[in-house]
């Protein structure tokens, strides 16, 4: 199981990013995946989460109404839309599965900073 991040970037507050995440080596479409973020020294936390078939999203509390994820089955990708940054957004960005966690990519940086 691969998973390729990327998008990431400097940004400033009030703007915004895609991230993509190109996944491989497993059954893409029957999974529920989800987005994680990490800040050096602290744990790894959840951020948003998409069902299979895209039917069902859920983010955490902060970035609601700011981030939406979506999916292409097709192409097995995982998309994060970011508007609003925030410098709390500043992050190490990540996806993988929901309920399963596979090996980790190598994330993608994102830095919101004025």
């Known amino acids: 199981v691969k998973f390729m991040e990327s998008g990431g970037g400097l940004v400033q507050p009030g703007g915004s990013l895609r991230l993509s995440c190109e996944a491989s080596?497993?059954?893409?479409?029957?999974?529920?995946l989800s987005w994680y973020r990490q800040v050096p020294g602290k744990e790894r936390e959840w951020v948003a989460r998409?069902?299979?078939?895209?039917?069902?999203?859920d983010y955490k509390e902060s970035v609601k109404g700011r981030f939406t994820m979506l999916r292409d089955d097709a192409k097995k990708m995982l998309y994060l839309q970011m508007n609003s940054l925030k410098p709390e957004d500043t992050a190490v960005y990540y996806c993988?599965?929901?309920?399963?966690?596979?090996?980790w990519g190598q994330g993608t940086q994102v830095s919101v900073s004025s």
């Open positions: 080596g497993f059954p893409f479409a029957t999974y529920d």
């Open positions: 998409i069902s299979t078939g895209g039917y069902i999203t």
């Open positions: 993988n599965g929901q309920s399963i966690w596979w090996s």
